[in-house]
């Protein structure tokens, strides 16, 4: 029989239930998934050395060998499982690939949010033993973090739906509850081009915790409030969810008397405006606005008649060097530990261990800077394993984002703040205008300090765009 695909990938997220489906999949003589085998901290699984003879370190520097040989036709059909902040140099291919099988796993997502906090605290990421289990106490729902979580889920979706649609291609869709019953499990395998049919499967994973959300969430009235507060079919559609959100808008801050939207650019100014715009309404920054969906944006927007919206563009040096120093030195609970360690073990760039490291002098911060440095320009070309975060990426990208849902009326250079937010303040009302306070200096080094030719010139390579959109002359 001539298959109609090759090979296939099943597009999940943590927590949804991908391992089970995995297991599930290779029970059948002609099909194979190899695990995650393009995330970028393992290879395949946590304890693997490599996948069909293709080591972590090999794959870090390219990943397209893997891929071909995971494609290479044989009697097996082979796949593996992709997650959002997978390598991205191997979905774009994938996509495109009229002979690669895509599976659209997905799962509610309260219930994979919970799941992912219950399984961070215990440290059991799957379970095959029931003697080993970890018994969990109650998790705490945050609901900032939650609308973050699914921001994620929504905008990957979004992505997934839209490549497919414009290539004309259909997914197999499947949600987690799919997973319980046999005859989809064999209509999953039928689509991939398995020959086989099983007629019962009894996998090695076993259920974690199958009890009710009231069981598992320590505040479970406030998260039902707070679920409240968002569009339930958003949370029940994905992918197919409506309206389709952008990151950007849950990070706005607006006055609540006022009429000032600040829609800020990760790295830059963010807690001199936020303490800016606390004292113009005379409170304190928590009695700001933020957090905003769509819908209550909207809202806002039309309970404050002549609004004006800002947004404050950094200079890339100074904001590469901000987004270096507060999330990749930084050794605090939730940086990014995980790019840390990535750096220093693929990208060669020698960090401190902690805040207290003396052998982590000028000389080193200069050295270390200028290597992530040449590592974000790789990124931004994407040229790596690891996602572009938006606390590095380009202002240009940031601010065309933010024209989904609302365009700035101002674009403010960090430099002549003062100036500019002084008119949109007497614009809207105000009639004392205090100064933008000043940002605290970033350890462990300034970047006066190590600033020079060599810093300016790796710059402008990584951020050229943002240089020419936005007139950036040279840093000093």
Same mark, same amino acid.
């Given at each position: ?7 296939f990938?099943i597009?999940? !997220?943590m ?7 995995e $297991?599930?999949?290779?029970m059948?003589?002609?099909?194979l998934s ?20 293709? $080591? ?12 071909? +040989?995971?494609?290479?036709?044989s ?7 992709y997650?959002?902040?997978?390598d991205?140099? %191997? ?5 495109l690939?009229?002979r690669?099988? @895509?599976?659209?796993?997905?799962r509610?997502?309260?219930e994979?949010?919970?799941?992912? +906090?219950?399984?961070h ?6 379970l095959q ?6 018994e969990p106490?109650?998790? %705490?729902?945050?609901?900032?973090? &939650?609308?973050?979580?699914l ?6 979706s ?7 649609q414009?290539?004309?291609q259909?997914?197999?869709?499947? /949600? ?7 005859? %989809? ?5 039928? &689509?991939?081009?398995?020959?086989? @049919?099983?007629? #019962?499967?009894?996998?090695k994973?076993?259920?974690q915790?199958?009890?009710?959300l009231s069981?598992?969430?320590?505040n ?20 197919d969810?409506?309206p389709r ?10 006055? =609540?008397?006022?009429? *000032? ?13 936020r303490?800016?715009?606390a ?21 806002w ?11 404050v563009?950094?200079?890339?040096v ?7 120093c507060?999330r990749?030195l $930084? ?5 990014f ?5 990535i750096?220093g ?7 401190? !261990? ?24 790789a990124n931004? $070309?994407?040229?790596? /394993?690891?996602?572009?975060?938006? /606390? ?8 065309? #984002? ?5 365009? =700035?009326?101002?674009?403010?250079? !960090?430099?002549?703040m003062?100036?500019? *937010?002084? #008119?949109?303040a ?8 205090a100064?933008v306070?000043?940002? =605290?200096s ?7 300090e190590?600033?020079?030719d060599?810093? !300016?010139?790796?710059?402008q ?10 007139? &950036?002359?040279?840093?000093?």
């Open positions: 029989m001539l298959r109609k695909f090759d090979y990938i597009l999940a !997220e927590r949804t239930g991908s391992n089970l489906l $297991s599930k999949l290779n059948f003589v002609d099909l190899v695990g995650e085998a393009f995330n970028p901290n393992f290879i395949g699984s946590p304890k693997a050395q490599n996948v069909m003879g293709i $080591s972590l370190m090999d794959r870090a520097q390219n990943p397209i060998p893997l891929l071909e +040989k995971i494609k290479q036709p009697q097996t059909i082979h796949g593996f499982r997650f959002h902040d997978h991205p140099r %191997v979905l774009l291919p994938c996509l690939d009229l690669c099988a @895509k599976i659209i796993l997905t509610n997502p309260v994979s949010y919970v799941s992912w +906090k219950i399984a605290q215990t440290g059991q990421w799957k033993n029931i003697n080993r289990r970890k106490s109650k998790i %705490v729902f945050d609901a900032k973090e &939650f609308l973050e979580y921001t994620r889920i929504q905008n990957f979004l992505y997934l739906n839209t490549r497919l414009t290539t004309g259909a997914a197999f869709q499947l /949600n987690y509850e799919d997973l319980q019953n046999q005859d %989809v499990i064999n209509g999953t395998a039928h &689509f991939l081009g398995s020959a086989g @049919k099983i007629e #019962a499967v009894k996998t994973l076993l259920p915790n199958p009890i009710a069981e598992k969430v320590e479970f009235p406030k998260m039902q409030a707070e679920l409240a507060q968002i569009d339930r079919f958003n949370l029940a559609k994905v992918p969810f409506e959100r952008r990151p950007t808008v849950s990070h706005y801050i607006a006055t =609540p008397r006022g009429a *000032l939207l600040f829609m800020p650019v990760r790295s830059g100014p963010l807690e001199m405006i303490q800016w715009l004292a113009l309404e005379e409170v304190d920054p928590s009695g700001l606005l933020t957090d905003f969906e769509p819908a209550a944006l909207k809202a927007q039309q309970t404050h008649s002549g609004h004006r919206s800002f947004t563009i950094r200079h890339p100074a904001r590469a060097h901000h987004v270096f507060t990749i $930084s050794t605090e609970p939730h940086q530990s995980r790019i840390r360690n750096l073990r693929f990208f060669h760039i020698k960090l401190p !261990e902690n805040a207290n490291d003396i052998s982590y002098d000028l000389v080193a911060h200069r050295a270390a800077f200028m290597q992530f440095l040449q590592f974000l320009n931004l $070309s994407n040229q790596t /394993n690891i996602r572009i975060d938006p /606390n590095w990426a380009s202002q240009n990208q940031i601010l065309r #984002a933010m024209a989904y849902n609302a365009h =700035p009326d101002m674009i403010i250079r !960090e430099n002549e003062d100036i500019y *937010l002084q #008119a949109l007497l614009q809207t009302g105000y009639s004392s205008v100064k306070p000043a940002e =605290p970033h350890t462990p080094f300034t970047l006066d190590v600033y020079d060599q810093i !300016e010139d790796l710059a390579s990584a951020y050229s765009t943002d240089y020419t959109t936005f007139g &950036f002359g040279r840093f000093k």
